[in-house]
Structure formats: structure tokens, C-alpha cells
């Protein structure tokens, strides 16, 4: 799990040899897919115009913005977006990028559809391994199913 959350880099001090590294942490982002009881697939531009849509987290409520498809990952927080994934092509909605270094305790975050709550549990934490290296525990749980930190949800209608 954790090689897939960041990226690392090593070098040597050439006056100790002494070994540096440096760690670039991948933010929290959640893709989620929504499907209906037969598995179609909700998220067309007509569904997402039809409806409405608000994401909270930590007491704040974010409206679904349009956003385009890009090819690389945020570091920076972009809010509640419709958009198409960058690697499957899937139309998806996007909330992050929270940052991948901070504690994120059992916190949730409520998609809003219809006023229909869909509730999703955030866990993330930055903990050092046994060999004193940095790991990401991350997680996102949605009606019982925990998803690892690079799945994307799957909501359901």
C-alpha cells in the first residue's frame, strides 16, 4: 500500500556519506463512481445536470463543480468536482486533494444526492515502519466495504 502513495528519492552526503532520503506524499483524493440497482452507470452529463449534488467534510459543504480531465495528480485541494478520471477515462466525482501527510481519523465525508446522504469514512496516517520508514495507512470504508487509499468508490442508487 504504501509504495503507491508516494515516491521516494536517496542520496549520499559526498563529505560524510551519510544517506538522505526524501518523501513525496500522494494527497488524499477520492474518485467514486455511482451506479443504479441494475449497474448502469449514473454519472452521464445528463444525470449530473438533473440532480443535485454537495459534498461536507469537517463542517463545510462544497457544491459539485465542472471540472476538465487531467493527467496528473493535485496537490493542492480542488473541492468537489465532476470530472473524468485521469486514468480509466470514467466519469467520476473527485473530492481532494486533502493533504497526504495529515491525520485523518474515522472522519467522514457525506456526498449529497437528492438529499440522499452517502456516507464515506476517511482514514489516513503517515506512520514509520519497523526499519524507521515512512508508510501510508489509508482507507476509505462506504456501507461496510473498506476500499484501500487508490480505489475508486462505488456509491450506489
Known sequence: ?????????CTKSPDTNETFYEFDVVPVQLFILMYDANGNNLLDSSYVANNNFT??????????????ATKYISSVFKGF??????????????F????????????????LCNNKP?????????????????????????????????QEIILTE
Open 1 to 9: 500500500v504504501a509504495a503507491s502513495l508516494f515516491m521516494a528519492s
Open 55 to 68: 459534498a461536507t467534510f469537517r463542517g463545510q459543504t462544497y457544491d459539485l463543480k465542472l471540472d476538465v
Open 81 to 94: 468536482i465532476y470530472t473524468t478520471h485521469p486514468i480509466t477515462s470514467q466519469k467520476v466525482l473527485y
Open 96 to 111: 481532494g486533494g486533502l493533504s497526504g501527510v495529515e491525520t485523518i481519523d474515522n472522519e467522514n465525508l457525506t456526498i
Open 118 to 150: 452517502n456516507i464515506i469514512t476517511i482514514n489516513n496516517k503517515l506512520i514509520k515502519n519497523k526499519d524507521g520508514m515512512p508508510e501510508i495507512e489509508r482507507s476509505f470504508t462506504y456501507n461496510g466495504k473498506k476500499y484501500m487509499g487508490w
